[in-house]
């Protein structure tokens, strides 16, 4: 098993504390379930452990960071994990053991009424099958988070209206959520997130229930929300494409544990084993890769007068301007050469996507 | 490839089927040649004024009972303080609606005041429609001359079921929270459920007398299970997604209950009060075997005098006060889904209606307070303005009836009797009790496996110490007769409304009237068809037992996958191989349980049959309440129809156990080969 591929410098930079610190995180399903973690059955695979003790190790050994207004994305297929992966942090599924920091407060020392109070005030959570209130209009759907709380009705409306608005539903308000197409329900379990203005927002496969074209404008609607409001999310899905979009770092989970953590165009340049290749085989590299990842060392002979990209520009972006340039690109970074990029180098991106 | 494993499983089931038919018919065909010459011997008959000594034994107990009753603290702290609360309160809603009270001649509000107030209730719970009804069916008591009698009817049920409901929901809210509450209470309900319903009045009189208030508790028994059940089911079905959704939220239990669980299971919880309510009414009816005032009276006293006249009228106000009773419990269930969608605009004119009925009301209660002619229905004495001729009506068809198509109610009497009761009785009940005994356990083994056993062992075992052994071989003979025709009904009718949408939208209505009516009612027809015999309780019997197990084939035959019915049917099976090859035999569990359903609702039915000459247990049942000697026996009677009960019951379920288990096993073997 590959080394979860964790440091410090893949958080981007200028933040202090994380949002969220999971260390060493497990969850094991099942009889005594406790008796599992730190002995010899814990290496044990899912198939031979669930044989042995009839329990199911659902989250194993799972550690990772995620910086404030990070997007970090959880990708798996079904019975990866991922979904109680998520239900721990939130604590909405008891973890076995390892440790929860949310912003540097332990997150499992935390006793009934703190939890509460956290789930109150500091994160909210979208969920797959919306779990919207059907006796409820749109409106209060919206506000039941802050009805919770206990704030007045006045204040509370008066926010859920405001929400209503950031989520695209103006004019719904008194609507009935089974009145919704299954895209707008979901805005409305967006607003219900969002309503309580959490710092946290967790998102368990919100969008694999709708239609490709419906989810195609949720991503982008997470995107904007993402940049408007600037919350930290960790999203659930089990479609990389969507994870790929959204993600500014990815964790791939495996039968509960984690084969990488990267950057899209890490996962998708670099991928840790044989799972991930398959993965991505898919995928279009020029739309994920950046030019970090074709360009070549600079040689002595190379002519300097070409123009100059980031290294950060995804191959797609750059393909005008280095089929247009009769010299090779200069990549730079932080101001300095770095690598260079010809047109053979691009071509042999796109040529491979059409193979 | 789910479809033709399903197939495959269901050839292998029949096959298993088949061998175990053979069984059974070989021990039969044993029976029957040991019968020749055995016949008649050790049978256990005992005569209807003959006493055991157990049934001595109980005579004395009840006096021994009735002679502490006044120095036991068990009874001063106990029992006599359930009955007195009972008591107070089914007192103080007689008052109000039927008896007269508080030095008046006359209850606290007349006809024309409750009436005004069931009317508003209707519409507040309901809608405009139901009002209507309830206006129109409360008129109609006193049309049929029976306003008193429907108002005490109405009060011992509202009595019982505040009861339930206060006790009810709560812990069925409870029990759906509650997987360890839910798992203790779920045997103790099946088991009040269970129970043929007039079975427990008798012992009940030991502790809490005859009259109202044991008639009440009677009801609480068998009326609680209904609300506690749907409650707890309601409440466990509310989608784990809304729950977790306001968890995440940080809502407390109490939030949660509050403004998911329970606003969510509010339908259903609705449609448990509505079952409580029916089952109230059916049992207060039953209850004036044990001297409980109302309708059942009237129908009983009429049924004893075999005055069909009487006992339809009274019988028609039991079905339109279960007609009108379930349209507004229905109709408040159904608002629960409107309710909160109505806009602000019919929001407000219902409020404008609600207070102008209100009015009324008010003025109906002031009128119907003072004056003598809103206070007393107005009409003759006997029978009402209609009642009277309602019941001539009926008496002359009746007489009509029986004068003219004789022939006829007779050959289709005799054919059963002749063809199918009396051999069946005659092998049952003429054979040594060690021969049935024998034989029962030896099917029993076969359907339902060696586990049964011992239980079966025990009832037998028991039913010979109770004195009542031939009785209860007349009576078992009964139920398995009628219980053979609710099957072939229910096989019949429910593959058709299971195949046919059409079919099923015209038939359910009908099922569905028909199993809110009390089970007193279905004797009345029957009686003036076919006058009192044991055929008449038999036919009743069928009548209450046949909706349930249609319905329950019918929902068997509508589960099966539709596509396993398509693959049938594009392999080139005619219907008739579609309905005996894969439907059916998926269907089975569903069959199964019809049939243990079939007979639990025959085998109540049977005993209630007593009252118009069934003869045997019911019969001595019946006469225990009403002759003193016979209380013993009575209740010796009434523990042998319990005995039967969970003999029958037991077996059939072990059986359908042991179908699915057989299924199960056989569809992981199969798993395993491929």
Redesign the interface.
């Known amino acids: 098993m590959p080394e979860p591929l964790i440091s410090a410098e893949r958080v981007p930079a200028g933040v202090g504390e994380p949002a969220l610190a999971v260390t060493d995180l497990w969850k094991v399903f099942g009889p005594r379930a406790d008796r599992v973690v730190g002995t010899p059955l814990a290496d044990l695979s899912r198939a031979d452990l669930m044989a042995q003790t009839g329990c199911v190790a659902a989250v194993r050994d799972i550690s990772f960071t995620v910086a404030p207004t990070e997007v970090f994305v959880v990708m798996g297929l079904s019975g990866s994990g991922k979904s109680t992966l998520v239900r721990c942090l939130t604590r909405l599924v008891e973890p076995t053991s390892g440790t929860v920091l949310v912003e540097g407060e332990d997150l499992r020392g935390a006793d009934a009424k703190r939890l509460r109070d956290l789930r109150r005030h500091r994160f909210a959570m979208v969920f797959q099958h919306f779990g919207l209130l059907p006796h409820r209009r749109v409106l209060d759907n919206i506000a039941y988070g802050l009805e919770i709380r206990g704030v007045s009705r006045t204040e509370r409306y008066r926010r859920a209206g405001e929400v209503l608005d950031l989520v695209g539903l103006t004019g719904h308000a008194d609507h009935f959520p089974d009145q919704l197409s299954g895209g707008m329900q979901q805005r409305v379990g967006l607003g219900r997130a969002l309503a309580v203005d959490p710092r946290i927002l967790f998102f368990d496969e919100p969008f694999s229930a709708l239609d490709p074209l419906i989810r195609r404008d949720m991503q982008n609607e997470v995107l904007r929300l993402h940049h408007e409001v600037g919350k930290t999310m960790i999203f659930i899905t089990h479609d990389l494409h969507e994870a790929l979009r959204l993600g500014d770092r990815i964790l791939i989970m495996r039968d509960g544990a984690a084969v990488q953590i990267g950057r899209p165009d890490e996962v998708v340049g670099a991928p840790a084993d044989d799972y991930v290749r398959d993965f991505v085989a898919d995928v279009p590299k020029s739309h994920v890769l950046t030019i970090r990842w074709v360009m070549r060392p600079v040689r002595d002979d190379d002519p300097l007068d070409g123009p100059e990209l980031g290294a950060d520009v995804v191959v797609r972006d750059a393909v005008r301007a280095v089929l247009s340039s009769s010299a090779p690109v200069k990549v730079v970074h932080d101001g300095e050469l770095v690598g260079m990029v010809d047109d053979e180098a691009i071509l042999r991106v796109i040529v491979a996507e059409e193979q | 490839m789910t479809a033709l494993a399903g197939t495959a499983a269901s050839v292998r089931r029949r096959a298993g089927g088949l061998t175990r038919g053979w069984l059974v018919g070989g021990v039969v065909a044993v029976w029957v040649l040991l019968w020749i010459p055995l016949r008649g011997r050790d049978t256990l008959a005992l005569s209807t004024s003959e006493l055991s000594p157990l049934h001595e034994r109980l005579n004395d107990l009840r006096d021994a009972i009735n002679n502490t009753r006044g120095s036991s603290p068990v009874f001063s702290a106990f029992f006599d303080v359930i009955r007195e609360s009972v008591d107070a309160l089914t007192v103080f809603l007689q008052s109000l609606i039927s008896q007269p009270a508080y030095g008046r001649p006359v209850p606290l509000i007349g006809w024309l005041g409750v009436v005004a107030v069931a009317t508003f209730g209707a519409y507040a719970v309901g809608n405009l429609r139901v009002a209507a009804l309830t206006a129109a069916g409360f008129t109609s008591f006193g049309l049929l001359g029976f306003w008193q009698q429907s108002m005490d009817t109405l009060a011992l049920t509202l009595a019982a079921v505040l009861i339930c409901l206060a006790i009810g929901i709560p812990l069925g809210i409870w029990a759906g929270l509650s997987d360890r509450l839910n798992r203790v209470l779920t045997p103790v309900l099946d088991f009040m459920q269970t129970m043929p319903t007039f079975v427990y009045l008798a012992p009940l009189t030991l502790f809490f007398l005859i009259g109202p208030a044991s008639g009440v508790i009677a009801t609480l028994i068998y009326a609680m299970p209904p609300v506690i059940r749907i409650t707890a089911h309601g409440i466990r079905s509310v ?1 784990p ?12 239990r109490w ?1 949660l209950l509050r ?2 669980r329970v ?2 299971a ?1 339908r259903t919880i609705v449609l448990g009060i509505n079952q409580t309510v029916m089952c109230a009414l059916s049992m207060v009816t039953i209850a004036a075997l044990i001297d409980a005032p109302g309708l059942g009276q009237v129908v009983l006293r009429a049924l004893q005098t075999l005055d069909v006249g009487t006992a339809f009228s009274a019988g028609l106000a039991i079905v339109i006060m279960a007609i009108v009773l379930d349209r507004v419990t229905t109709a408040a269930r159904d608002r629960v889904e409107t309710q ?2 109505m806009g602000p605009r019919a929001r407000g004119r219902r409020r404008v209606v609600l207070a102008g009925l209100g009015v009324l009301t008010a003025v109906a209660l002031y009128l119907s307070y003072t004056y003598v002619w809103a206070a007393f229905f107005p009409g003759p004495e006997r029978g009402g303005a209609v009642g009277g001729e309602v019941a001539d009506g009926v008496t002359r068809a009746s007489d009509w009836v029986q004068l003219n198509l004789g022939a006829v109610t007779d050959a289709v009497r005799n054919a059963i009797s002749y063809g199918l009761l009396n051999p069946l009785q005659s092998l049952i009940a003429d054979s040594p009790w060690y021969l049935v005994s024998a034989v029962v356990l030896a099917i029993a083994w076969i359907v339902a496996g060696p586990r049964i056993v011992p239980t079966a062992a025990v009832c037998l075992g028991l039913l010979v110490g109770s004195g009542l052994w031939q009785e209860a071989m007349v009576t078992l003979a009964a139920t398995l007769v009628a219980t053979v025709i609710v099957m072939a009904l229910g096989v019949v009718v429910g593959v058709w409304m299971g195949r046919s949408d059409r079919a099923d939208g015209l038939i359910r209505p009908t099922l569905d009237a028909a199993q809110v009516m009390p089970a007193f009612v279905y004797l009345v027809p029957f009686l003036g068809l076919f006058g009192a015999s044991r055929f008449t309780a038999i036919v009743a019997a069928v009548v209450f037992a046949a909706p349930v197990a249609i319905k329950l084939v019918a929902d068997g035959i509508r589960g099966v996958p539709a596509t396993v019915v398509e693959a049938a049917v594009s392999s080139g099976s005619s219907a008739w191989q579609v309905i005996t090859k894969v439907q059916l035999p998926l269907a089975r569990q569903s069959v199964t349980l019809a049939a243990n359903q079939g007979l639990i609702y025959v085998l109540s039915m049977v005993v209630v049959g007593g009252l118009v000459g069934a003869g045997a247990l019911g019969y001595l049942v019946v006469a225990g309440f009403s002759q003193s000697d016979l209380y013993g026996k009575g209740l010796a009677a009434g523990l042998a129809v319990v005995l039967l009960g969970v003999l029958l019951d037991r077996t059939t379920q072990a059986a359908a156990r042991r179908l699915d288990a057989g299924a199960a096993h056989r569809g992981l073997r199969k798993g395993k080969d491929s």
């Open positions: 989608a997604s809304s729950v977790e959704a306001g968890t995440s939220l940080g809502a407390t939030q403004s998911v606003p969510l509010k909160y969608r």
